[in-house]
């Protein structure tokens, strides 16, 4: 069985991201979608924030499961037998800092192997953190994320910025 993991911080989840793993879980038996921390990061949402928005975003996907861990990437591919880390980039800036990742977790864990996808076209400069700006600003946010999380989107970041 061959398990994925795409490991992200999701502060929010965007539609660039669901473009990533819907043809992700196509090339998979299982992807996991995993939060976590990411240390140079301040998240807005919390953990479990995040894994609720994704779990309303990507319901109904048979081959998704959705999960959080904190530590190292590769311990945790290892203990859920995952073989493949999917990122996805996004402009070249995008790449000198996933092109370190992936060594270092070369170097970690040989056996496991990074994969990357290229963003479609639509979400070429789409982030969570363009997101978190629109949304705190009275931006218009339709498109950008799924539409089941919009309303939770804006309420939070609005209720930040009082
Ligand atoms: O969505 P992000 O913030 O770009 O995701 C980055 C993330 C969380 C995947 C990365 O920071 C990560 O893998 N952190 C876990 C710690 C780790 O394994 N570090 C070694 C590789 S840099």
Redesign the pocket.
Known sequence: MRIYVY?????PVTNGHIDIIDRAAKQCDKLIVAV??????KPVFTIEERVELLKCALAGRPNIEIDSFT????DYLKRKNASVII?GLRAVSDFE?EF??AI??KQ?SPDIETIFMMTSLNYLYLS?SVVRELAANNGNIDGLVPDCIKDRVIEKLRSLKK
Do not use: A
Request: aromatic letters at 4%.
């Open positions: 490991p992200g911080s999701f502060d976590l921390v990411n240390s140079k990061k530590g190292l990437t590769v990122r800092n370190q990742m270092l977790n970690l969570s």
